[in-house]
T-cell receptor, first 109, second 114 residues
Framework: QQPVQSPQAVILREGEDAVINCSSS?????VHWYRQKHGEAPVFLMI?????EQKGHEKISASFNEKKQQSSLYLTASQLSYSGTYFC??????????FGSGTRLQVQP | NAGVTQTPKFQVLKTGQSMTLQCAQD?????MSWYRQDPGMGLRLIHY???????DQGEVPNGYNVSRSTTEDFPLRLLSAAPSQTSVYFC?????????????FGPGTRLTVT
């Protein structure tokens, strides 16, 4: 079963903040976040591991609540380049991901 | 490094035809996966591999076969194409330290089945 993402879409002005949420019904070893621009392949942003370790993008942060199997991606001081569709992906131990349905983010000048 | 390469970039098939989507990586990655992405949707896992000779099914494996005879290559075979298989297909690879890894995606193959 796919992780559930919310919101489905969000529109921001440059400089505003946004939070994207991801919830899994299965226990995850790790949560991954990717951004995809139209017509392109997804690009890695961040990984959050069971136990608290995280690696990724300098200007984007995220959290993973293992008890609730919920992750949130925090986009602060958004830039035009942040526009795209954000996907969370969960790994149940296979080293392959089950992705959520995505959150479309549009940053306007 | 070329990274993850996929061929062809575009393909049109008639219902019932078979074909193989090619995926290759030159990063010596152990793990490889195939995903499909329908318009406006997320990525769904078709098949994955944790090493040469080892493959397993993802969420939507019906109608597809894979094999992994080398570390570099992970072809996806459509056995008898159906319009429901019209999609963009992405191959991805990664090298994991425990469960810490970053998936590198290929550019995708856009497949239309008429």
């Amino acid at each position: 079963q796919q992780p559930v993402q919310s919101p489905q879409a969000v529109i921001l002005r440059e400089g505003e903040d946004a939070v994207i949420n991801c919830s899994s019904s299965k226990a995850l070893y790790s949560v991954h976040w990717y951004r995809q621009k139209h017509g392109e392949a997804p690009v890695f942003l961040m990984i959050l591991l069971k136990g608290g370790e995280q690696k990724g993008h300098e200007k984007i942060s995220a959290s993973f609540n293992e008890k609730k199997q919920q992750s949130s991606l925090y986009l602060t001081a958004s830039q035009l380049s942040y526009s795209g569709t954000y996907f969370c992906g969960g790994d149940t131990g296979r080293r392959a991901l089950t992705f959520g349905s995505g959150t479309r983010l549009q940053v306007q000048p | 490094n070329a990274g993850v390469t996929q061929t062809p970039k575009f393909q049109v098939l008639k219902t019932g035809q078979s074909m193989t989507l090619q995926c290759a990586q030159d990063m010596n990655h152990e793990y490889m996966s195939w995903y499909r992405q329908d318009p406006g949707m997320g990525l769904r896992l078709i098949h994955y591999s944790v090493g040469a000779g080892i493959t397993d099914q993802g969420e939507v494996p019906n109608g597809y076969n894979v094999s992994r005879s080398t570390t570099e290559d992970f072809p996806l075979r459509l056995l008898s194409a159906a319009p429901s298989q019209t999609s963009v297909y992405f191959c991805a690879s990664s090298y994991a330290t425990g469960y810490s890894y970053e998936q590198y995606f290929g550019p995708g193959t856009r497949l239309t089945v008429t």
